[in-house]
């Protein structure tokens, strides 16, 4: 009998990783009938964190009507796990209390680029309130520690959204009284006080991304234009970020110290603005999940392991998940696939030289427009993975 591990991010636009995981189980099902499925549905903190998390985790969702980035009502939902529920290894890797509550946010419920249309994406006209106010809500229900996944952002504010929301107190040169700071408004700001801020639980932030805030590898440079920043604005708005931060210093005197901290530019600097405030440590996004599904574990059982995301490039052979599936499944010698809507050469290239069991297909079709492979990714993908050739498990079927 075959045991199947699929392990799958999102493809954005068309499917979450739960029906990517579920149509490959319902294939894998038709073709080997005797077979055993394990799912696991990958995140990298954006769309899909709480869902996801929460749900292993037999945990609760939460209802909140908040601000999103850019002033609109929107009704969100957290989720809250007993820690009991737990495993030891998820214990242990985000130091938490053996009892107690743990609230999972995901930043792009509120602050999502993909909620916004092209025209609407603007790092000036974009704030984080809206996950201060989730943060603020978790504080009232005596939460013991907040998971905070950070992916997908619209944002470049680096968190002071977020600390308004949380009673940063920010005074303008007019008599007008602006409740959330957007970065348009930050050179009329005159003062800024933090005497009011609520209280919150350990934050741990879940990021992959290394950058630092400000340069040339910083949020705002490599970021902010793939936010609707245009590339003769990244210099002014690095100095308008620069000199609020300075305003804060009063308040937190190593504000621009902690700026050159890895990661301090992961989200357009949503760890780091919290981190003035409050315990924020930072979590690899893979190895959180990795112990939270006990990955590792169930790639030693399986017979095949098959992952994939909405495109294979460049960037997913750093720290993503899918190819965090393929390096551990390579160290035990499991044979794997990855399944792509689209799959950049230099990509497979570097996978076929670096792991010697597997294989890389895209399920896209090249000579269709990107709409029409989204629309039809459901059917794409089913199809490709029915045909697939398991010279393993064929043979033995």
Known sequence: MSNFLVAFD?????????????????????RFPDSTISKVPLTDGGEGFVQILTEAGRGSFHDLQVIDSIGREKLVNFGICDIRNLNSRVIEYLDLPKQGKLAIVEMAVAAGLADLPTEKRNPWETSTYGVGQILKETGKLGVDAVLLGIGGSSTNDAGIGALS?????????????????YPS?????????????????????????????FGENGATSCYGPQKGLSLDEIIQF????????????????????????????????????????????????????????????????????????????????YGKGPFEILRLADGCKTPSLIMAGSVEEEAVTTVSRQFQFCDVIAFGRPDWTLDKNLCFAKEQFTETLHKFVFPEIDECV
């Open 185 to 213: 408004t930050w050179s009329s700001i005159k003062a800024v006080k933090f005497d009011d801020l609520v209280e919150l639980p350990p934050i741990k932030v879940a990021c992959d991304v290394g950058n630092t805030l």
């Open 10 to 30: 999102k493809c954005k636009g068309s499917l979450t990783s739960h029906d990517l995981c579920n149509l490959a189980e319902t294939v894998l099902k038709g």
């Open 165 to 181: 929301a949380l009673g940063a107190n920010f005074e303008y040169d007019s008599e007008e009284s602006l409740d959330i700071p």
């Open 238 to 317: 690095e100095e308008e970020l620069k000199k609020i931060l300075t305003s804060f210093t009063p308040y937190f005197p190593d504000a621009l110290d902690k700026s050159n901290k890895k990661g301090s530019g992961a989200a357009g600097g949503m760890g780091y603005g919290l981190s003035l405030a409050y315990d924020v440590s930072l979590v690899e996004g893979f190895n959180l999940v990795s112990n939270w599904f006990g990955v590792d574990k169930q790639i030693q059982e399986a017979n095949f392991v098959i992952t994939g995301e909405g495109r294979f490039d460049k960037s997913s052979l």
